[in-house]
């Protein structure tokens, strides 16, 4: 039985993965590895099961509100589109 159902873009199957997701609010980018999430195998898309985006979430408060200090830092390359 698969708890993600169907894939709602496309109907691909969702398998479940451990992912490393990007979790972005306001100016700030936390990287999130070892988050377990269904991604679809046709497409790509992907969905949490309840309680995951939540808990990311209070990670991200710990982190940039309640300066607890992350496992690592990384530094992020940024850029300007140009045509
Ligand atoms: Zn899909």
């Given at each position: 039985m698969n708890i993600y159902g169907d894939c709602s873009?496309?109907?691909g199957e969702?398998?479940?993965?451990?992912?490393?997701?990007?979790?972005?609010?306001?100016s700030h980018l936390l990287i999130v590895s070892n988050v377990p999430a269904g991604v679809c195998r046709q497409c790509g898309e992907k969905y949490f099961k309840p309680g995951i985006l939540k808990k990311m979430d209070q990670v991200y408060h710990d982190i940039f509100d309640r300066h607890q200090i992350p496992e690592r830092v990384v530094e992020i390359?940024?850029?300007s589109f140009q045509a």
């Open positions: 873009f496309c109907g969702v398998e479940e993965k451990s992912i490393e997701y990007d979790y972005r609010r306001q390359p940024a850029v």
